[in-house]
Every structure is written in structure tokens, then in C-alpha cells.
């Protein structure tokens, strides 16, 4: 089948230019730049005229919450979400139930997925105190890469031992993913916060309690031990100005990532502020905590600067009964994957960042840092994983649009100007305004 999509605003490689995209089968065949007098003979002509095309989003760290936990989120529910805002490949993370802490478990989240996952899949393999013999058994081709819990967070998979830290570092030979927040620091915090404010103190403390101490001293250790022992390492989710300082400016536009010690920011922690909990609650609560305004206006400056080298969301459904409480009673985590591309959009109308930044944090960097094969950028003879989207197009977000199982979102009432109308999964019309193809199935990411 053949596809064309005339007519758009183009960003890929640091540039936006009007040009023409055609898809034969599963891969982009060519890339027609200005304006056309030959429209190519199609299967489907898509009229892109007023639209941007970007590289589909790649977003590097998900929780879909299967097996175990399905009553918030499965992988066909989330992964429909996904292709509804434009998400076409998903990393998915370890703390489901079982953990994926074993061959065994990773091998049955690949096979879940081939089944019900309307968008490409990958899982990361979870490091535990007692695994690290199994990260030779991984195969490079298949797993992007290995998640360490350095903080207590869902799923109880802390791993805060010195030397079971070291021999992760030493061995890991696949790039290292690790939620940075020193445990002690945060059981401190709150039992001080408890004593003045009750067992379930009011979630306003939350930045408190998983406070900028406990984000910096893991972060700094996790550093320390990948420059010790030359590993790879990523840093999820940083949510303070000061951990910012750890981390190196990343070229941008270079073909692969040459720093071995990188950082990522979720969209939460750049569009919300500890302000928002005044009106938002626990629709926010994630670990580590949303914090200050000056915190996210650093995390922003920083898109800039190449500190941070890619955006992912933490998507981490709960149903909003599990939302209920403060501190220490309310789930922490929340929805993010179908709107993740509309509010960066948002931001880069706010002049926070240009939309060719945009692609480079959230398609380009992901594949060059994962190393990605033939996807992430529109280049001739790679996968056709794109997403055609509108501006100037206002929709609010209602729970009749909300695609994940737990049906509500942070962003429920609000208007964005960008609508997402199209995405391609393997040249797949897979989205298609308002509307999910079920029935199509995404294919596994390869790597190196």
C-alpha cells in the first residue's frame, strides 16, 4: 500500500520546511521538499496542508501496569492512548506484578504485547539485589536497557545496598535507567512531617518530604558510580535545578549520543508546579514530587541548553479511588502518555522551547540514545512512525476522550490549541481523528 501525505509543515533534523511524505508499505520511500506539481498515484492521500509532521514520539518510560495490576491499565488500553496522541513506540517499565526481574517475565511481557499492543513496544529489565548474573542473558537487540529503583517508589524494587550499586555499575553492560531519591532522607521528612500534620499529611508537603535533598544525594551517587565503573546512565524524571549541575550540555543534531551520563524530564514536572497542587491535588502526586517554580523553570531552561537529552511522561495510571488521601495514603503517579505531545506543543506556543527542539527530545534523542534502529527520524527507508498534527485547533480534554483505562487525567478541562489527527505506526494509518484502529498490532523495537 502507498500513502501520501502532501502538503505539511516538516520537522525532522532540526529543521521545518513544507514537503510532501511517501510511505510504501511499512517504510518512508521519499520525502519530496516544496511544493509539488505531480501528486504520486496512492492507496490514501492525506491533505496535510496547515498541519506539521513530526517523527513519531518515543517515550522512553511508561508504567502500563501488566501484568498484576490491571484493574488501572493494560497494554492494550495504554498503548491505544499512545496512538491517540501521537506516541508510536513505548519503553515500558519493570514494577508490574511479577516484577520483570527474570527472563521469564520479560519473555511474557514480550508476548502480551504481540498480541494486544497497538503501538511499537519495548520492556526494560528490572535490577534487584540478587539478579545482576542475568544482565549477560539479555539480549542488546531486544532490551534497551536495565531500571534501578535507587529510591523507594511503586513496586518495591529499592535496590540501595553499596555493594550490590557497585557490582550493577561494574557489570551493566546495556544502558542503565535509574529513579534517583535517597530513602532515608525521604523516611526522615516524613516522619517530621507526620508529627506536625497527621499519619497522612496533606499532599502539599509532598515536595517537602521527597525533597530536593533526596533527589540530589541519589542523583550524585548514581553519577559518581557510572563515571567509577564507564557505565551508561540515564536519570529519570529530574525534578530539581540543583541535579541539573551534574549533568554535561548534549550536542544537538549529532548522529549518536556520545556522553555516557545523561538526564530526562517527564512532561509533569515541565508543565506543573508545587502551586498546581492547590487545585490539582493528588492528580499530581508522582514521585519524585512535583516541585517548586523556580525548580521547573530551571527544568525548562534546560531543554535548551542539551542538560536534559530526552522528554518521557512516567506514565503511571491508578484509578482515582487509589488518588484519595494525602502523602502517605494517595497512589502516586499519574496518566500522561495521550497528552504528553499536546502540552509540549502548548509549551513551545509559550516560547519555552521551538518545535525542532521539541522532536530532538522527544524522537530523535530517544532513538539516538537507545540506539533505535530505523526509527525516531523521517528518513527515507525507515519506518513510517509518524504523527500529523493541527495548531490552531481548540479541544478540551473530557472522560469521554480520555483513551487509558482509568479514565481521568491531570488535564481534564483543559483546551489545547494543537490536536494530534494522525499517527502512523509502520506506515499503519493506526490513529485517524478520533478514532483507534484496534485491530492493528505494533512490532517489537530492535536496538544496535
Known amino acids: ?57 518515543i517515550d522512553t518510560h511508561v508504567h502500563f501496569r501488566e501484568p498484576g495490576m490491571t484493574e488501572k491499565a493494560d497494554i492494550e488500553s495504554e498503548s491505544r492512548a499512545a496512538a491517540a496522541g501521537g506516541v508510536t513506540s513505548y519503553f515500558e517499565m519493570p514494577n508490574t506484578v511479577p516484577q520483570t526481574t527474570t527472563l521469564e517475565a520479560l519473555d511474557d511481557k514480550f508476548q502480551r504485547a504481540a498480541c494486544s499492543s497497538h503501538v511499537n513496544y519495548t520492556f526494560f529489565f528490572g535490577a534487584t539485589n540478587n539478579n545482576v548474573e542475568l544482565f549477560d542473558r539479555l539480549d542488546p537487540h531486544r532490551v534497551p536497557g536495565i531500571k534501578l529503583f535507587m ?20 557489570s551493566a553492560k546495556l544502558p542503565i535507567m535509574a529513579h534517583c531519591e535517597d530513602t532515608a532522607v525521604i523516611n526522615q521528612n516524613m516522619a517530621v512531617a507526620k508529627q506536625g500534620n ?11 518530604i521527597r525533597s530536593e535533598e533526596a533527589c540530589l544525594k541519589s542523583t550524585r551517587k548514581a553519577v559518581e558510580l557510572a563515571g567509577k565503573h564507564h557505565a551508561r546512565l540515564h536519570v529519570a524524571h529530574l525534578s530539581t535545578a540543583e541535579e541539573l549541575e551534574l549533568f ?25 508546579s508545587m502551586l498546581d497542587y492547590q487545585h490539582l491535588g493528588t492528580r499530581i502526586k508522582v514521585n519524585p514530587a512535583i516541585k517548586s517554580p523556580v525548580d521547573q523553570f530551571m527544568l525548562r531552561e534546560s531543554l535548551n541548553d542539551g542538560r536534559i537529552t530526552t522528554i518521557a511522561t512516567d506514565h503511571a495510571p491508578h484509578l ?36 525542532e527542539r521539541l522532536v530532538d527530545l522527544m524522537a530523535h534523542n530517544p532513538a539516538r540514545l537507545f540506539e533505535v534502529r530505523k526509527r525516531g527520524f523521517i528518513r527515507a ?53 478520533g478514532m483507534v484502529d484496534c485491530k ?5 523495537l530492535t536496538f544496535r
Open 1 to 57: 500500500m502507498t500513502t501520501f501525505i502532501k502538503g505539511a509543515h516538516i520537522v525532522n533534523e532540526g529543521r521545518c520546511f513544507k514537503g510532501s511524505l511517501v510511505i510504501e508499505g511499512e517504510k518512508i520511500v521519499d520525502i519530496l521538499e516544496g511544493s509539488i506539481s505531480h501528486i504520486p498515484s496512492s492507496s490514501l492521500t492525506i491533505d496535510a496542508s496547515g498541519c506539521y509532521v513530526l517523527p513519531g514520539i
Open 151 to 170: 529510591g523507594s517508589s511503586t513496586g518495591n524494587m529499592l535496590v540501595d545496598r553499596d555493594e550490590v550499586l557497585e557490582k550493577i555499575f561494574a
Open 198 to 208: 497527621g499519619d497522612d499529611p496533606d499532599v502539599s508537603l509532598h515536595p517537602l
Open 248 to 272: 554535561l550540555p548534549c550536542p544537538a543534531n549529532c548522529d549518536s549520543i556520545e556522553a555516557a551520563i545523561t538526564a530526562e524530564v517527564t512532561v509533569g514536572h515541565l508543565f506543573f
Open 320 to 355: 482515582l479511588s487509589q488518588k484519595q488521601g494525602g502523602c502517605a495514603k494517595a497512589a502516586s503517579g499519574m496518566p500522561m502518555v495521550q497528552f504528553s505531545l499536546p502540552t509540549m506543543l502548548e509549551l513551545v506556543d509559550r516560547k519555552v522551547l521551538t518545535i
Open 381 to 433: 527507508g525507515y519506518q513510517a512512525d509518524l504523527v500529523v498534527v493541527r495548531p490552531h485547533s481548540p479541544w478540551t480534554v473530557t472522560p469521554e476522550v480520555i483513551q487509558s483505562k482509568c479514565k481521568w487525567s491531570p488535564m481534564e478541562g483543559h483546551t489545547f490549541d494543537w490536536r494530534v489527527e494522525q499517527t502512523f505506526c509502520n506506515g499503519h494509518l493506526v490513529y485517524n481523528e
Open 440 to 444: 492493528y498490532i505494533g512490532q517489537p
